[in-house]
């Protein structure tokens, strides 16, 4: 049986949603402090495909065009989707020097939200050549939502709302959700695992070449900077 698999970034490092490509059989969740089980199981053939939200593919300056796109298509949730930093602000560990080595660079501070990834965004660049990208790919969740739902999101999804309204949506792909769902994972919160079982199902669609993708220009290292869906 093939698995696939959704990552999301949470305090505890990432929550990892693997589930079977056909949606019939026992999907797991677990929280992984890094990313190297996860490489094992793509390098070992466990994992199919995995689907991570975390830019993949840095330009040298400017915005990507799978940034532009995805705003552009989830409409009031594009507050969302934060411009990917240059890959020359990699490295920073205060957001002063983050934010001056964006403006060096590209004429424009970074975000705060952005510099709260940036060790995870380092983390994927460093370990992603483009024959890994042919099993990891990049997705955002308000995208992949818009997509299963056929329309952008509501509310928030910090909110009771926005839990509902993501629930809704993922029992469509996942029946046993309520079930999955209801116990916790320590340092993970419960918005990060309905992103990671969104991430799960473009990981699917992806596999299955149903997927909508956005962008899809080639980076200085030969990844491609796009996200899927």
């Not at 696939?4 to 992984?32: F, H, K, S, Y």
């Not at 002063?96 to 501070?109: C, N, V």
């Not at 070449?209 to 200085?220: A, E, K, R």
Request: glycine share 8%; charged share 25%.
């Amino acid at each position: 049986m093939q698995l696939v698999a959704g990552l999301d970034g949470c305090r505890g490092g990432w929550v990892l949603v693997e589930t079977p490509t056909n949606g019939d059989g026992r999907t797991t969740i677990e929280r992984e402090s890094n990313l190297d089980r996860v490489i094992a199981k793509i390098d070992s053939g466990h994992l199919a495909a995995v689907a991570i939200d975390i830019p993949i593919g840095l330009p040298e300056a400017g915005s990507r065009r799978c940034d532009i796109e995805a705003r552009r298509m989830i409409g009031a949730r594009r507050s969302s989707v934060f411009p990917a930093p240059a890959r020359g602000v990699l490295g920073a560990t205060t957001y002063d020097d983050a934010a001056a080595r964006s403006r060096a660079i590209s004429g424009k501070s970074l975000s705060r939200q952005a510099f709260g990834i940036l060790s995870k965004i380092d983390e994927v660049d460093r370990i992603l050549t483009p024959n890994r990208q042919r099993h990891l790919v990049e997705v955002h969740p308000e995208v992949s939502f818009t997509v299963l739902a056929g329309v952008p999101m509501s509310h928030h999804k910090s909110t009771a709302e926005g839990r509902t309204e993501r629930l809704a949506a993922l029992r469509q792909a996942f029946p046993d959700i309520d079930k999955d769902t209801a116990s916790r994972i320590t340092r993970v919160r419960p918005d990060d695992v309905l992103d990671a079982f969104v991430a799960a199902w473009s990981a699917r669609r992806w596999l299955a070449q149903t997927h909508v993708q956005l962008g899809g220009d080639v980076d200085q290292r030969g990844l491609r900077m796009e996200m899927i869906a």
